[in-house]
Every structure is written in C-alpha cells, then in structure tokens.
C-alpha cells in the first residue's frame, strides 16, 4: 500500500509527463501554424518562453526525483522509527527561498529589453514611431479599422478623408508598423496568435500597439479579453502586403471609399 | 489496487450520499442538454382569425414553407434551393413508377432524394382547383414524398417509391427537382449559428439575445429591409443583404461576418430571404383574410344584439359567408398572393432595379451643380434647413438628431397617437433620426450609398425617399456634401466660393 504512492509519484505521473513532453515539439508546443513567429518581435517573446520552459523543465525533473527518493527510501524504514521534522529549519528555508528568488530576478532582468522594446515608446524601432497606420475600434463584435487618405499621416480626430473597414486590417510586411488601439464600449483585447502580439483595449484609452509582419500573409487578429455573448465572433484577419503593392491597396481602398457609383 | 483505492473511498460507506448526488448532478445536466425543437411561430395577426381561416392560413404556410427541420419553399419564389434539376426525357403511363430522364452528370447520389415537379405553377393551379371543384382528390397532393428509389445512370431510368397519378402535365420535357430544398438546409444550419439568437427561428426579430439590443433586430417577416440599393418600392436585393452581412451595421449590433466563406454568406443570405417570404406571405394572407374573416370583425358585427337568435342567425350567416371564401376565393388569393410576391423579389435582383446617379457627385468644394452660385456644401445646407427637403425637422438645425418632430406626438398608420412622443418605425419601435455629426453610417459611408439613403429613403423607417421628387440628383449630392462635411463642421469652416458676390448671401436669407 505504501508502495501505492511510490509508483504513482515516480512511475505514471512522470511518465505521463515525459510523453507529454515528447509529443509537444512535434505540437509545436501548442503555438499555432508551424510554431514559428510571424513578427519580429515575436521571435524574442518565443526565445523567452523557451527560457522559462527549459528552467521549469529542469526544476520539474529535479523536484520529482527528490520527491520519489524520498518515498522510496521512506517506505522502506522500519514503521516505529522516529521521523525528522524539517518544518523550520533555517537554513532549507533560506535555500528554497533564495534559489527561486535568483532565478526570477534573472527572469526579470533577461526581459527587460523585449518588454521596453514592445511596451515603451522610447525603445521603440525607429519606423515604428513614425509608421503609425490605422486607428483599430474593438466593440461588441467586430474590429473596426480607421486609415488616414494614402500621404496623410493618422489624426486623433476622424478627418473627412479617412478610410475605413470593418475586420480587416492592412499593413505593409518587413517594417514596424503602429496602430492606435481603442474600444468603442467595454475591454477587448487585440490579440495576433501567431505574431504573439496582445494588446488589452481600454476604455477611454488610445494605446499605442506595435509589430512587424516577416512576410506578407493573412494572419488572424482575435479578440482575447471576454467581452460578452458575441465575443466568439469578435474575429479578424491582418493583411500584411509587400511596401509596393501597400500602397497600390490603400490607393484602390480610398478610391472604393469615395465611390459615386456614377455609370455614364 | 488503484481501483480498490478508489471503491474503498467512495462505495465503502453506504451512508455515503455522494455517489447519488453526483448521479442527480449528471442527470440533471443530461436533462439541460436536450435538443430544443424550434418551429416557426405564428405571429398575433393570424392568431386574431376566425378559427377555421386561421387553421387554412397556417396550413398554407406550412405547405409552402415546412419548418426550420425542414424548410420548403414554392419552386416560383426567387431562392436558391440547391436542387439538382433533372429533366423527363418519357414518361409511360403503363408503367406509374418509372420514369426515363435526360442523362445528368451529378456527384451527388440521387437514391433516397426527395422528388419534386416543377410543373407551371398556374397550370398546377388549374389542375388543383379544377380537382377540388369535381370533389375528387387534388393528384398534386398525391405526388408528395415521392422519393427515387432507384437510378440507372445508363439507361436514365428513375424508379419511384410510388406511383405517379394520371396526369397529363408529366410530360417529356418537364423538369424535376431532386433534392429540391438542399441549400435551405444548409442556410437553416448557418443561421441557427451566427444569427438565430439575435432575429429569432422565424426571423422575428425575438431571438434570446434581442432583449438587450437598441435599435431591435430586425424583424424579417415584413420582408422591409432598411438599407437598399434597389428603388424606394422595391424589395431589397440579394447583393444587399450580402453586403449588410459582410459589412455589418455600425452603431447597431449587427456584427461583420466578413471572414465566413463566400459560399456561407450566400447560403445565409438565401435562408433570411427565405424567412422574408414567409413572414410576407403570412402577412398579405392576414390582410386578405383578415380584413373580413377575424375575430374583430365578427365582434363589432354583434356589437349591441342582445337577442340570443339574432346572434346566432349573425354568426351563423358569418360563418357561411366566411366558408364560402375560403373554399371558393381563398385557394386564388393564396396562390397569386405567393405569386406575387415572388415576382416583387425576381424584380428587386433586376439590373435596372438599382438606383444610380444620373450625374457624377459634385466636388464638395466646388459650385453647386443645382445652384452654381455656391459651393456644393453651401447649397446642401440650404436644402438641408429649407422646406422641400426639411432635413432639419428630424435632424435637427445642427443635425444632432433633435429636430422638432422627435418631441411631437407621432400618429400610428392605422390611426390613434404613439404613447411616447418621437419617431417610430414600422415595428412600432421608438427611433432616433440619425445623428448626421457622429459621423457613424448605418447603411454604408460611400457617398453613393448616402446618396441612396436620401435618394430612395430608409424603408420601413420615417426618412422618406426624395429621388426624382422633391430634390433633383444635383441637389441630392450636395445634400449628400454637406451631410458628409457634418462631423468635420467644427474643424472645417464653411467652404465659400472665391467670389466676393457669391460668398456674400448667407444661407439663411436664401431660404423663402
Ligand atoms: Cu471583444
């Protein structure tokens, strides 16, 4: 009966885990498409989740060895000998107090550069301070994206050539592009899986959110923050063009806008 | 042993009440998980018949348009039913429950497959109404849930699950459906998805989730759809319906459904035009019915007859009266009804049924083709403040959506007061003229399409249609300028022309 504990601590439960870690590489470890980051800065955000995924891998491993070392031998000590009580003793505490603190003041430290790269203004890349595209409204249930005329740059206010569409948006690939993120009534969140890009939309907020598509594709945009009944709809597709054919886009875009419908 | 370990902990005590707990758990939730059975509901019109009529008007929609399980529609309305159409190449009469067809290329398996004849309708009319006049039974009624219970692709040959009544319309040359309501499964399917909690089984506009929305969802049965590109009579076409499903509506909660397949947008589209017939048919079957055969009517009839005879020599007089319309007229009024209404939707899909405009838009900045004296802008707010258009009376002097109308007491078409003052539309909904300076555009912000909400009006709403009317297609596009400049009025002034004298009248001395 004892035994009972040992093999379901050292036996099924590491096995389950090591097939699960087995089989994810080939899943992609869950990441969606062929694992690999569609933008720049996504590459980063996957190097530090690797990071993270190798320490957790070699503290998961070493804490189940200790774990069934410990049953192992424990099971086999006669029943009337005397334990040892470790609760209190200083020393394993400062231990397993200190090491983890290490590794997350690492952890801390190693981000930092992506986490300013993406989240402040001033580390941003240099295009991505100027290129700033389209205004993105989320509301209950769609994406709705306001451009400025092709050779303006993008007003606060709504200027009376401004173009818009409704989730779909454009940008041009292989440069940082910036969209001013705003919600029209509660919070959304502007999610691009396989960018690993997300952004939450705050009311009353306008906020800044960059990125750089690799290659031009069709790349889902989703909504990740539960915003009522039809939040399974709130989907979209980012559209990223190479430079030239961008600007050819937004050109038959604004045309298609200011559209008379006069046949002659 | 891990068994035992666990029998031990749950099954060792029986005083142990959790094994059943977790049983009435389970079934409670298998009971929460049983399939609703939704039907088309009926709406209050055909319930206020008399008995008998309400029972014929509900028999005709269902044989015309089945349930949400299995949705039917007659072969003359404008649908795309999704059959395969075969075409009968002989036909012997010796042999009832064969019949030759013209080879066909289809992957489909046509085994089991319901059949269909797609007779003339009124050539199926006459024979219909000529069998009821003999008293004999109808042979169009005979020739339901006939299925194929065989086919040989050789020969052509299609043997049928039963045999075909004599009738001189199954002819060579006659087509047949198989198949015939496919698509409006696969609508019914895709609706009941994406659009059903909103505008209801029916397309009532009732679905669970409509409570919590202002403007309502809206209700189909009218077959009125707001925002159209076909003229201010027409019905709304398909290409409409589409683009409001892909675009979506802002500033209500009808969401884009941009990213579903081109061929799940039509097949939506095809299952709401289906629910719109329906509801119309209903409704024009409540009008001609119900103008003489509903409850009212007889109630008004007795209205102050007191003498038990009297009232029954009325009643029964009524009812005569009332059987005798439903026997002899109803059938005609039922079928060229449907017939009717079937040509109003082929009508609206016509190319010439869109509204375009005869001249090109006028520069917004520049002379005003109806007034060259002012710019576009200019004179679209004269028109806008003056009294041919009288855009202002809803809109408001500023356009904010507060002009005078919102705060009188509107009549009801069928006469009496609304109880709260303002607009209503159609549905009886309170409504809030357009806010012209949110610069939101329910219908589409092209100018085109703004040109078509003042051009043929927003049906089923108070926004008239003034096209070809009280504004020329000039006047139109600069109504059309100055509405768009709107939003920007307070960044953008006025544009004036260079011109000192034309800049010098102001607007509102131009105004008689
Ligand atoms: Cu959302």
């Known amino acids: 009966m004892k035994r009972l504990w040992w093999i379901f601590f050292l036996m099924i439960w590491p096995v389950l885990a090591l097939v699960v870690c087995a089989m994810t590489p080939g899943l992609k470890w869950g990441f969606p498409g062929d694992g690999l980051s569609d933008s720049t800065i996504g590459v980063e955000i996957d190097h530090l989740f690797y990071v993270i995924l ?67 203004n001033s580390a941003y ?82 906020i800044p959110v960059w990125f750089e598509a690799k290659e031009p594709g069709e790349y889902p945009l989703v909504c990740a923050e539960l915003c009522g009944w039809g939040h399974y709809k709130m989907g979209a597709i980012v559209i990223a063009h190479p430079p030239a054919e961008y600007e050819a886009y937004m050109k038959s875009l604004h045309e298609e806008q200011f559209e008379d419908g006069y046949i002659e | 042993m891990l068994n035992r370990f666990v029998a031990q902990n749950f099954l060792s005590a029986p005083a142990n009440a959790s094994p059943w707990l977790l049983l009435v758990c389970l079934l409670a939730g298998l009971a929460g998980c049983e399939q609703v059975q939704s039907d088309f509901v009926f709406n209050e019109k055909t319930q206020e018949l008399l008995p008998e009529a309400e029972v014929k008007v509900k028999n005709t929609l269902v044989s015309s348009f089945g349930s949400p399980a299995q949705p039917t529609i007659p072969a003359f309305f404008p649908v795309d039913r999704g059959q395969i159409t075969l075409e009968i190449a002989d036909f012997d009469p010796e042999k009832p429950t064969e019949l030759l067809i013209e080879p066909v290329e289809t992957d489909v398996d046509l085994v089991g497959k319901k059949l269909q004849f797609l007779f003339d309708p009124e050539d199926q009319f006459d024979v219909t109404m000529e069998a009821i006049e003999e008293e004999l039974p109808d042979p169009i009624a005979e020739l339901d849930g006939i299925t194929i219970a065989a086919y040989d692709a050789e020969s052509g040959k299609l043997t049928l699950s039963k045999a075909l009544p004599d009738l001189e319309l199954i002819e060579p040359g006659l087509e047949l459906a198989a198949n015939p309501n496919y698509k409006l499964h696969q609508g019914q399917f895709l609706y009941e998805q994406h659009c059903q909690h909103c505008h209801g089984v029916s397309g009532s506009g009732d ?66 035009k289906f629910l719109a017939m329906r509801g119309e048919t209903e409704g024009m079957l409540n009008v001609e019915v119900g103008l003489d055969f509903n409850k009212k009517v007889l109630a008004d009839e007795l209205e102050g007859v007191t003498d038990p005879k009297e009232i029954e020599e009325i009643t029964t007089e009524f009812k005569e009266d009332m059987n005798e319309f439903l026997e002899v007229d109803y059938p005609e009024i039922a079928f060229f009804g449907q017939l009717d209404l079937a040509d109003a939707w082929i009508e609206a899909d016509n190319e010439d049924a869109i509204v375009y405009a005869s001249v090109p838009q006028t520069d917004p900045y520049g002379p005003s083709a109806a007034d060259p004296s002012l710019t576009s802008i200019e004179n679209g707010r004269i028109l806008y403040l003056g009294k041919d258009a009288q855009c202002a009376s809803c809109h408001g002097d500023g356009g904010k959506g507060d002009g005078f109308q919102t705060r009188q007491l509107q009549k009801r078409r069928e006469g009496g007061d609304f109880t709260v003052p303002g607009l209503h539309d159609d549905w009886y909904n309170p409504l809030k003229p357009r806010d012209l300076t949110s610069d939101i555009y329910r219908g589409g912000r092209r100018p085109i399409d703004v040109f078509r909400r003042i051009y043929v009006g927003i049906k089923g709403t108070p926004m008239p249609a003034f096209g070809g009317k009280s504004l020329t297609d000039q006047q139109i596009w600069d109504v059309v300028n100055y509405v768009m400049y709107l939003p920007h009025e307070d960044t953008m002034p006025i544009p004036k022309l260079p011109k000192a004298e034309a800049s010098e009248s102001p607007a509102v001395s131009s105004i008689e």
């Open chain 2, 207 to 272: 679905g669970p989730t409509a409570r919590y929305m202002e403007p309502k969802p809206r209700d189909y049965r009218k077959g009125i759809f707001k925002f159209t590109s076909t003229g201010s009579r027409d019905h709304v076409s398909t290409a409409d319906l589409k683009h409001i499903i892909v675009e979506g509506i802002p500033g209500t909660y009808m969401p884009s459904f941009k990213l579903l397949s081109d061929e799940s947008l039509d097949l939506i589209v095809n299952y709401v």
């Open chain 1, 54 to 120: 190798i320490i957790c891998t070699v503290v998961f491993i070493g804490t189940q060895v200790a774990m069934g070392y410990v049953l192992w031998t424990a099971s086999s000590r006669p029943a009337d000998r005397r334990a040892w009580y470790s609760h209190g003793n200083h020393k394993l505490e400062m231990i397993w107090t200190v090491i983890p603190g290490i590794i997350l003041l690492f952890l801390a430290l190693y981000q930092t550069r992506t986490w300013a790269e993406f989240r402040m």
């Open chain 1, 125 to 206: 890349p240099e295009a991505a301070k100027t290129n700033i595209i389209a205004e993105v409204n989320a509301r209950q249930f769609e994406w709705r994206m306001r451009y400025p005329a092709p050779g303006k740059t993008l007003e606060r206010k709504p200027q009376i050539d401004d173009m818009y569409q409704v989730n779909e948006l454009h940008v041009p690939a292989g440069t940082p592009v910036t969209i001013q993120l705003r919600t029209q009534d509660v919070q959304h969140s502007f999610f691009l899986p396989t960018m690993r890009i997300k952004q939450d939309a705050v009311p009353g907020m306008i």
